[in-house]
């Protein structure tokens, strides 16, 4: 039962332009009251509703999304040296309440292998059906599965909610992670991470990236997808010699040598900008 409420200022963040930058599938937006956000995250849930200056946000666990918000970190340090780059400039004015949310691990990795090839009303709705199915019920809501729980779906099940062609990879993917020591992963080095990760079923190069980003937290790497690809193109086709050929391989390696440590941060201006500048029917991700 949601008892407990806390306030942010809309100084430090902007809800909408968090939620809607392709970091996260779980949540809502009330069509009644398009004012209103309900995130769920592992386990927990919170309702946030927007002020004139502020948000409140109504939870039962606190300290958990203030962590999950990421309010500690000073993100206008970050977008005063991100703006050094001509490149970021428009995309962080657009985009300028954006922060990179500290989610559940395990809800990261299943989200953005069901994110392969596949469209956000689509994902959305089938991590919404995972939940109602096979998560545990909590007052009004369904919790994110355990991995126990998780493992014991069949291929069959996966694609009766919308897993398609991944729901083989899923089922395969599942009995991996519960030989995988994530606590150990998480004091290695982003590139070692990868390593592990592109082995397991369902996790390219991309997935990869964002498992990083969004689920362990290093914001030394830079998921490239369509939109990335096309940002890049278009920025710098008459300065980088044959940079319309390049794959999208050497195009991470480029932006993280850019970006250096504040390679996430940019990629989530720069998507949020290059996918909400072109925006059609159909978002791929």
């Known amino acids: 039962m949601i008892k407990e409420n806390f ?3 809309k100084e430090k963040i902007d809800i909408a332009q968090t939620l809607k930058c392709g970091q996260i599938f779980s949540y809502r937006q009330i069509s009644s009251n398009p004012d209103k956000f309900i995130i769920l995250s592992s386990d927990k849930k919170a309702e ?3 002020m004139s200056d502020h948000y409140k946000i109504y ?3 606190v300290p958990y999304f203030q962590n999950f918000f990421d309010l500690e970190t000073d993100y206008e340090k970050i977008k005063c040296e991100l703006s050094k780059h001509k490149m970021l400039i428009k995309p962080i004015e657009f985009g300028a309440g954006i922060r990179i949310l500290k989610q559940d691990l395990l809800e990261v990795i299943v989200s953005f292998v069901f994110s392969a090839n596949n469209n956000i009303k689509r994902i959305t709705e089938s991590l919404f059906a995972l939940r109602q199915k096979f998560g545990e019920k909590k007052d009004d809501y369904s919790t994110f599965p355990s991995l126990k729980r998780l493992s014991e779906i069949t291929v ?11 729901a083989e990879q899923l089922v395969k993917l599942m009995k991996q992670l519960q030989k995988i020591d994530f606590d150990g992963l998480k004091h290695l080095s982003s590139d070692k991470i990868i390593k592990n990760l592109i082995d397991l ?4 190069p991309k997935v990869a990236d964002c498992i990083l980003l969004f689920g362990f937290n290093h914001t030394d790497v830079f998921p490239v997808d369509t939109w990335i690809e096309k940002a890049f193109r278009n920025f710098y086709e008459s300065d980088l ?3 319309n050929y390049w794959s999208r391989a050497e195009i991470r390696n480029f932006l ?3 970006y250096g440590d504040f390679s996430g941060y940019a990629q989530q201006y720069l998507f949020n900008y290059q996918r909400n500048s072109f925006i059609k029917s159909y978002e791929f991700v």
């Open 7 to 9: 306030i942010i200022n």
């Open 48 to 50: 946030v509703y927007e």
């Open 59 to 61: 939870t039962n666990d």
């Open 156 to 166: 069959e099940q996966f694609k009766e909610i919308g897993a398609g062609y991944r």
């Open 201 to 204: 079923s369902g996790i390219g």
């Open 241 to 243: 010699k044959n940079s």
């Open 256 to 258: 993280t040598k850019e």
